[in-house]
């Protein structure tokens, strides 16, 4: 009933401001579909649920984790963390890339520090040494002396489920998950035209961001405030920003003004990677939770390898203008979801049902 009278009262304004009429009945039909309710603002700030949703959605999903360029060569490593989960992934000396979580079995101790290097033969843990054959096998404890209970061959490094796609390095906590292929299958059916295989030569930003995780995620499902936020974007495309759902991914589509380069695709998919494919290269967008109130942002850009470098620095840059804008308006977004006074909204059926979408699958994984 209240949505109904909503959509009258917005019908009238669009009819004083010139509306043709065929456009006011689209508008019309389009507004009798349900405006659904926010999740409410204590799911954005809470310790319990982010908890949750580290182990329903964080340890149970696919996650993009390094491009295949990043670990070339045997014993070359990537590792970082997210939700709290600190992960590495090497190259073994069979060429195969195993992600391992990046904790050792003797008292938890690192392995490796974040970031990409080179390890020869093998992982020695960095508190006392113990030392990790690249498929994660106990090759040796240090020093350990003479113990009758102690079978090194039960001491291997936890494994993660590991999948290459299109040279994409996938991890996944679940070790009995189902590949990597049927979570990225919407993606795969758009991206054989596009050849993303010519871009392997890879650039990484990080971004911290003071905001939840969702805060961020949802802000990305929409083009609702590209007017209103993205003067320099807006300028780019035409007012027809349209979102697809193809479960679990999203895509998104808008008409370029004179000839701006826009994304070939646009895209996200299920719980937080977009994905460009521009005609000159790629961008990756990790929204990874650090903490309740913390996200870090990556992005993984893809150039060709002979591409110019002061174009490639071009291109980051202008990405990053976009990318300002939307932080600070998430930040802003969080600080008020955090103040108690909003307790929840309504999103548009128009522009929003990604974000709808999105919510839907949150409250199914948490419960
Ligand atoms: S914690 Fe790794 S060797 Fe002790
Ligand atoms: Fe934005």
Known sequence: MKARKEGRFSLKLNAKSGTSQAEARALEQAMRQP???????????????????????????????????????????????????????????????????????????????????????????????WKYALDGRLASARDFGPAEDFDPRQFALFPLKTDVWRGFVFVNLDTDARPVEEAIAPLERRMQTLSPERFRNPRISSHNIHCNWKTYVENYLEGYHIPVLHPMLASTIAADYGTEIDPPAQFYRATPKNDAPIAGLWAWTWPCLGVNVYADGILMERMWPVAKDRTRLDYLFLFSEDADEAEIERQIAASLITTKEDIEICEAVQRNLDAGIYQSGRLSPKHEQGVAWFQKQVLRAIG
């Open 35 to 129: 405006a659904p309710e926010t999740l409410p603002a204590r799911l954005y700030n809470d310790a319990a649920v982010y908890e949750t949703e580290r182990r329903e959605i964080f340890a149970r999903s696919w996650q993009l984790f390094a491009h295949e360029s990043q670990l070339p060569r045997p014993g070359d490593y990537f590792a970082t963390d997210y939700a709290g989960f600190p992960v590495v992934a090497v190259r073994g000396d069979d060429g195969a890339v195993r992600a391992f979580h990046n904790v050792c079995r003797h008292r938890a101790g690192p392995l490796v520090e974040d970031g990409g290097g080179h390890c020869a033969g093998a992982l020695v843990c960095r508190y006392h040494a």
